[in-house]
């Protein structure tokens, strides 16, 4: 019996695996415990295929996620199963990933019970210490999730998360589609449970107010590739990449709420057929001809991290 991650998974893999292809190219990069990083760059830019990836509902074609060691993309390993189990993936639409005919209880505690957290007959109480961390009445366990609100969907879907007890969770976008009241509730839930539970996160966001008050850590990425990391005062205060900074500028800072991201100039191209070179070259102020026929080579300076010529040599 497949649990609702590998159906979904599979489901992901085979409507997505074709396109998904080059969506990731040599994205790199390490999240330490209790850290939350952030992931940002616009839609399209395979943020939230990273995710799917590490989460383990995105096949990985060519590399390796790992995970306290483990190579979680070995699908024969029952090590690695055990470990994918530690990073769990909430969504940005809870009332998509919630089944409408099961109770908000079986919802929640479901995974649980599948994976020997708690029994059958304990569940019910299992459940209810799961609602009540995340700020929901246990009472309400035997409703649907139509009975509830938007913010209050997130927390069942939060909820069902910790179920199974993770160490890491993704969230991808998990606050864009509340009013910006009931994010900032959210994301002090987020904070709470990172204190209480000891998690690591990997925040996915459009909204660098957000990531800004959220993130210790930001990373950049554009059409697949990590283009800038650094922790996030270094990134807001000095960013190094002109794709970073064109993302600063066009953003207002703190305060932005659910502002919609507006795109730096020109269009992001089809990730299936990125631009040589640089893939920010097209959209790039800063571009010249070398930015055209060369990659750019990935540079760590202390905690910061670049790919862009201006800081390799130049563009000549
Ligand atoms: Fe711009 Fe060239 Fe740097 Fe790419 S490598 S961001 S095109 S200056
Ligand atoms: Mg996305």
Redo the contacts with the bound molecule.
């Keep these: 019996k497949l649990d609702g991650v590998e159906r979904l998974a599979r489901r992901l893999g085979a409507d997505l695996r074709e396109t998904c292809v080059n969506a990731v190219d040599g994205a790199s990069f390490t999240v330490a415990r209790g850290e939350v990083v952030g992931l940002v760059g616009e839609s399209g830019c395979g943020k939230s295929t990273l995710g799917r990836m590490v989460a383990g509902l995105l096949p990985v074609s060519d590399g390796t996620i790992r995970f306290e060691g483990v190579d979680v993309t070995d699908t024969k390993s029952a090590q690695a199963r055990e470990k994918r189990l530690r990073i769990q993936m909430i969504f940005q639409d809870p009332m998509s990933s919630l089944n409408p005919r099961m109770k908000v209880q079986d919802i929640i505690g479901e995974a649980a019970v599948h994976h020997g957290l708690t029994s059958r007959a304990d569940m019910p109480a299992y459940v209810a210490g799961l609602m009540e961390k995340v700020g929901l009445d246990p009472a309400y366990a035997q409703r649907y999730p139509h009975q509830f609100s938007g913010g209050q969907r997130q927390r069942i879907g939060i909820a069902r998360a910790l179920a199974v007890q993770p160490e890491f969770l993704i969230c991808d976008e998990s606050i864009a589609a509340l009013d910006v009241s009931i994010q900032a509730q959210v994301i002090n839930l987020f904070q709470d449970l990172r204190r209480d539970l000891d998690l690591t996160y990997l925040f996915i966001s459009h909204d660098l107010g957000v990531v800004e008050h959220i993130a210790d850590r930001v990373v950049v990425m554009y059409l697949g590739r990590i ?1 800038e990391a650094a922790p996030t005062e270094a990134l807001f205060d000095a960013p190094r ?3 970073t900074q064109a993302l600063l500028d066009q953003v207002p800072r703190l305060g932005a709420g659910r502002q919609e991201f507006r795109t730096v100039k020109g269009e992001i191209p089809s990730p299936l057929n990125p631009p040589p070179g ?1 893939h ?2 097209p959209r ?1 102020p ?3 001809p070398r ?1 055209r026929r060369e990659v ?1 080579r990935t540079l760590t300076d202390g905690a910061h991290v670049t790919a ?3 800081h390799d040599g130049g ?1 000549e």
Excluded: R, W
Aim: some cysteine; proline content about 12%; hydrophobic content about 30%.
């Design positions: 283009v990449h002109p794709y640089c920010f070259h790039c800063m571009a010249g930015c750019p862009c010529h201006l563009t």
